[in-house]
């Protein structure tokens, strides 16, 4: 019978408190405050000097990374469709200062191979667009660099067609304008070719006036 009390005492209810519902009476200090938060509470990851430091070298490396030998060497030969195809327009110049078709003597073996074949200038404008600039599988530097020599090999087919259409005869204003627009196309071509090559040679991207734009649109 002794165990019975015992019993009791265990089987004794928990007792269940009620917090008081506050109002408008009840005093804000008396209302309770949870103590546990029900949602987990985020931790924030903060860098270190030392991570951020290896942070900004790695950017540093992949943004001053330059392209490999072989697409530089690409896109400089990207550049030569539209030098040799701007070669045409260089009559008159040369033939007023014949001095300078010396500087153009190192390049004549490669220029009599390229007019050896048969409709080089649209095969090399179809391999360097189909092959190049409209392949994904192509690094971006290689394919900028084409598209900019597709399209400037494009513009120097204009002139050649507003030739032919108003044919401006071999004298009067018409003939001196044709002859000034000629000579300042080649040297627009040549200083086109010799930055462009210069920068593929140092491993950066050059951006030609009015062609860049177009170029980069198309990429």
Request: glycine share 2%; charged share 10%.
């Amino acid at each position: 019978m002794a165990s019975i009390p015992l019993l009791r005492h265990s089987f004794r209810p928990t007792p269940t408190f009620f917090h008081p519902k506050p109002s408008s009476t009840t005093p804000l200090s008396l209302t309770p405050t949870p103590i546990f938060s029900p949602l987990p509470i985020p931790l924030t990851t903060t860098t270190t000097p030392r991570n951020a430091a290896v942070l900004t070298r790695m950017s540093k490396n992949h943004s001053s990374s330059s392209p490999p030998a072989t697409h530089r060497l690409i896109s400089i030969a990207a550049y030569c469709l539209p030098f040799f195809n701007s070669l045409q327009y260089s009559r008159f110049l040369l033939s007023q200062y014949p001095n300078l078709s010396l500087l153009f003597e190192p390049i004549i073996p490669f220029l009599s191979l390229y007019r050896s074949i048969p409709y080089a200038s649209f095969v090399a404008f179809f391999a360097l667009y189909l092959g190049l600039v409209r392949n994904p599988n192509v690094n971006r530097y290689v394919r900028f660099n084409a598209m900019q020599a597709v399209t400037l090999d494009v513009l120097l087919v204009l002139p050649v067609l507003m030739q032919r259409i108003f044919s401006p005869g071999r004298v009067g204003l018409g003939f001196k304008v044709m002859v000034w627009s000629h000579n300042f196309i080649f040297l627009f071509a040549v200083l086109c070719f010799v930055y462009s090559a210069g920068s593929c040679v140092l491993g950066r991207t050059p951006y030609l006036p009015f062609v860049a734009d177009a170029a980069s649109r198309q990429i």
